[in-house]
C-alpha cells in the first residue's frame, strides 16, 4: 500500500493530509510535526489569541478525533533530521527511519533574526508559532510599551492588538516608510495615520544597533546614532526564511526556498513542496516567487493531494493575501510590482477604498480597505487578465458589478 510521508503540519501539511482523503487517496498518510500541539491556524496569533479572544479549541484546524478517523497518524514532537532519496526515507532525531512512496515537504518558513547584541534577551520576541504567540502575550501582558522592529504586516497587526491590550507601541522601519516592500505609498499613508490616530508612534528611515539588556533588565533598542528607544520588550517582524534545509541537504534543486512546479513537484519527481518554503511558478506574472499566504498553502495542498490521488488538477488561483488591523480589513488580491498606474475607488478618508493595479489597462492586483465587493469583482478580472475603463473603475456611483462589461 503507497504511503505518503509529510513533514509539516502548519497549513500546508495538516491540510494536505486531509485532502489527499478527500481525494480518494486510501494508503497510508503520516503527518509529522515538531510540535507538541495539534495543527492550528496562525493568522489568529498576531490578533485573537494575543488578546485573548480565542481558545486552544477554536484555534485548531481540526479536532482530535479527525485524525484518527481519517486514519491520518500524526506525529507529534517530532523532526525530521534528513531525506535519504536512494533508500526513499526520512530519518527523524533519534535515528527512527520512515519509509514512504511518496513525500510531502511542508516546513514552513522561520522568523529573520537580527544578529545583534541582546537579541537572544527573552524580552526579544519573534511571532511564527503558538510558542511564540503565548511568550509575546506574557510580555504584552507586563508591558507598559514595546518597540516593534519592522513595519510589515506583523508588525502592524501585533501594534493594533498591543493598542487595543492598552500597551503604548513604536514602530521602529528601516525603510522611509511601512509596508516598504508590499504596498504602494497610498495604502502605507493611510496604515500609518491610522495607527498613529490611535496612539502608534511609527518612526521610519532608522537603524537598529542593538538591545540594550542590563543582567535581566531590557531597558529598550538602541538606535545606530546611540539613542535609546525605551521599551519593556520588543518584537522582531523583519521578515521570515524558508526552511529548506533538509531539501538542500538531499540535493533538491533550490532557490529562494524549495523550487517546485506548477503542481508542486519538486526535482523529485516522489517528492512535493508546499507553503511557505516553495519557490514556485507565477503564471499569471510569468515569474517565481515565495508566497506566505494560507491560499497559496491551500492551493498547492489541492494540487498535490489531486496529482498523488490521480484526479483531475484544480485551478490556479489568484494569488491572494489579508490582513485585519483595528477595525480594517485588508484584502490583497494579485501581486503588484510598482511599474502599474493605480485607479482609486472610494475615499481613504472614509477607511474604506480599494487601489486597482492597471497595466495598459489590464488588472493586475488590487488592495482593498473594508471593501469586499471590489476585492472579490478584482480576483477574476486579474484571472482573466480584463481590461478594464479607468474612469468607470474610478466612479464609485457605477455598482462594481458593472465597471467591466
Not at 491556524?41 to 479549541?57: C, D, F, I, N, Y
Not at 510599551?145 to 491590550?165: D, M
Not at 511557505?276 to 498553502?297: F, I, K
Not at 494579485?334 to 482609486?344: K, Q, T
Request: net charge neutral; aromatic share 6%; glycine share 10%.
Amino acid at each position: 500500500m503507497s504511503h505518503v510521508l509529510i513533514i509539516g503540519a502548519g497549513h500546508a501539511g495538516a491540510n494536505a493530509a486531509a485532502m489527499l482523503r478527500q481525494s480518494g487517496f486510501a494508503g497510508e498518510v503520516t503527518l509529522i510535526s515538531e510540535e507538541a500541539v495539534l495543527p492550528y491556524q496562525r493568522p489568529p496569533l498576531s490578533k485573537a489569541w494575543l488578546k485573548g479572544e480565542t481558545s486552544s479549541e477554536a484555534l485548531a484546524l481540526r479536532p482530535a478525533s479527525f485524525y484518527e478517523k481519517s486514519n491520518v497518524t500524526l506525529r507529534l514532537s517530532s523532526r525530521a533530521q534528513a531525506i535519504d532519496r536512494a533508500a526513499k526515507v526520512v530519518v527523524l532525531e533519534g535515528g527512527e527511519r520512515i519509509a514512504y512512496d511518496k513525500l510531502i515537504i511542508a516546513t514552513g518558513a522561520r522568523a529573520r533574526r537580527l544578529p545583534l547584541a541582546g537579541a537572544d534577551s527573552p524580552s526579544v520576541h519573534e511571532l511564527r508559532n503558538v510558542a511564540d504567540a503565548d511568550r509575546l502575550k506574557a510580555g504584552l501582558a507586563a508591558a507598559k510599551r514595546i518597540a516593534i522592529i519592522g513595519g510589515g504586516y506583523i508588525g502592524l497587526e501585533v501594534a493594533a492588538s498591543a493598542r487595543a491590550l492598552g500597551v503604548d507601541v513604536v514602530i521602529l522601519e528601516r525603510e522611509a516608510r511601512v509596508l516598504a516592500r508590499v504596498a504602494n505609498p497610498l495604502l502605507s499613508g493611510f496604515f500609518t495615520d491610522y495607527h498613529r490616530a490611535r496612539g502608534v508612534e511609527i518612526r521610519t528611515g532608522v537603524e537598529i544597533a542593538g538591545f540594550d539588556v542590563d543582567g535581566d533588565r531590557f531597558n529598550g533598542v538602541r538606535l545606530a546614532d546611540g539613542s535609546l528607544v525605551a521599551a519593556d520588550c520588543a518584537l522582531v517582524g523583519v521578515g521570515a526564511i524558508p526552511n529548506d534545509e533538509l531539501a538542500r541537504a538531499a540535493g533538491l534543486k533550490c532557490e529562494l526556498g524549495v523550487c517546485v512546479d506548477e503542481v508542486a513537484r519538486t526535482s523529485d519527481a516522489d517528492i512535493y513542496a508546499i507553503g511557505d518554503v516553495t519557490w514556485r511558478p507565477l503564471p499569471l506574472y510569468q515569474r517565481h516567487g515565495r508566497l506566505e499566504s494560507v491560499p497559496n498553502a491551500l492551493e498547492q495542498a489541492r494540487m498535490v493531494a489531486a496529482d498523488i490521488a490521480g484526479k483531475p488538477l484544480p485551478a490556479g488561483d489568484v494569488p491572494w493575501f489579508w490582513s485585519d488591523q483595528y477595525d480594517l480589513k485588508l484584502q490583497i488580491a494579485g501581486l503588484a510590482f510598482g511599474d502599474e498606474s493605480i485607479i482609486v475607488r472610494g475615499d481613504p478618508a472614509s477607511a474604506k477604498f480599494a487601489l486597482f493595479h492597471l497595466d495598459g489597462g489590464v488588472v493586475r492586483a488590487v488592495e482593498a480597505v473594508n471593501s469586499p465587493a471590489e476585492f472579490m469583482a478584482a480576483k477574476p478580472w486579474i484571472l482573466a487578465g480584463k481590461a478594464v475603463d479607468p474612469q468607470r473603475l474610478a466612479d464609485v456611483s457605477i455598482p462594481i458589478k458593472e465597471v467591466a462589461p
